[in-house]
C-alpha cells in the first residue's frame, strides 16, 4: 500500500519512519568518506578493533554451537576453535576495557552523547554474563565447581529457579541465543550512534565535527564552481 499523505505530510507510519530514519542517520553520516584528522589517534582504534573481535567471537562460537558442548572435547580441530574463542574473548574485553578508559578520559558523553556512552557501558556489562555462561559451558572440573559456587548466589538473590546455571542445557541456549543478541544489538546501536553524533573530539580538539562538515562543502563547492567536478 502506498503512503498516504494529507496536506504535504505523509501519514503512515512506514513514511514516518523512513521520514525519521532519514533525518536522524542521512546516508553522508552512516557511510562517511572522511573522518575527523584526529581518528588518527591510537586511542580510537579500540573501538573498531573491539568489534573485529567480537566478530571472531561470534563466528568461531558459529561453529561451537553447531558441533555442540562436547565436540572441542574430542577432535583436536575443535579444541583449536575453542582456543581460538577463549583467545578472542580475551582480547575483546582487553579491547574493550581500553576503549572505554580512553572514552572515559575523553568525556565522551559531551555534544549529546550520553546515550552512546550509556549503550557503550551496558554493551560491557552484557558481555561480562555472556562470557560468564561461556566459562560454565567448558564443563571441566573448574566450571562445574564455579556452577555451585554460583548457583547459591544465585539462590540468595533469588533468581535462581529460572537462571540455573547447573543446567547446561539452559546456560547454552542463553549463551548461544539470548546473551548474544543482547550485545549483539547494544553494540549495532551504539555503533548508530557514533554514526548519528560523530566521533567524539578530543578535549583539546579546536574544530567540531560541524566545523569539519562546513570544510568539506566549502572544498566541494569550490571544486564545482572550478569545473573540477559534479556535486550531483
Known amino acids: 500500500m502506498s ?3 494529507s496536506g504535504g505530510r505523509i501519514v503512515s507510519w512506514t513514511g514516518r519512519l523512513r521520514e525519521w530514519s532519514l533525518e536522524k542517520l542521512p546516508p553522508e553520516k552512516l557511510l562517511p568518506e572522511n573522518q575527523p584528522s584526529y581518528v588518527a589517534s591510537w586511542i580510537y582504534v ?3 578493533a573491539s568489534i573485529a ?3 571472531y567471537v561470534i563466528v568461531s562460537g558459529f561453529v561451537l554451537a553447531l558441533n555442540g558442548p562436547v565436540w572441542y572435547h574430542v ?3 575443535g579444541h583449536f576453535i575453542n582456543s581460538t574463542h577463549l583467545w578472542s574473548v ?4 582487553m579491547f574493550m576495557v581500553i576503549h572505554l578508559w580512553g572514552k572515559f578520559w575523553m568525556a565522551s558523553w559531551r555534544g549529546g552523547r550520553a546515550l552512546t556512552w550509556i549503550t557503550g557501558v551496558l554493551a560491557f556489562v552484557v558481555s561480562i554474563v555472556t562470557a560468564f555462561t561461556g566459562y560454565l559451558l567448558q564443563t571441566n572440573f573448574d566450571s562445574e565447581w564455579i556452577a555451585f559456587q ?3 548466589a544465585l539462590n540468595a538473590v533469588g533468581i535462581g529457579a529460572w537462571f540455573n546455571v547447573d543446567d547446561l542445557g539452559q546456560i547454552l541456549m542463553w549463551h548461544i541465543v539470548l546473551l548474544p543478541l543482547g550485545v549483539g544489538a547494544v553494540v549495532v546501536m551504539h555503533v548508530l550512534l557514533v554514526r548519528a553524533h560523530g566521533v567524539v573530539p578530543p578535549l583539546e580538539a579546536a574544530e567540531t565535527d560541524a566545523q569539519l562538515r562546513d570544510i568539506q562543502l566549502r572544498d566541494a563547492a569550490g571544486t564545482f564552481e572550478t569545473g573540477e567536478g559534479d556535486l550531483s
Not at 90 to 93: G, T, V, Y
Request: net charge negative; charged share 20%; no cysteine.
Open 3 to 5: 503512503a498516504e499523505q
Open 46 to 48: 579500540f573501538g573498531m
Open 53 to 55: 573481535a567480537l566478530g
Open 75 to 77: 577432535s583436536a580441530f
Open 90 to 93: 580475551e582480547l575483546f574485553f
Open 150 to 152: 554460583a548457583k547459591d
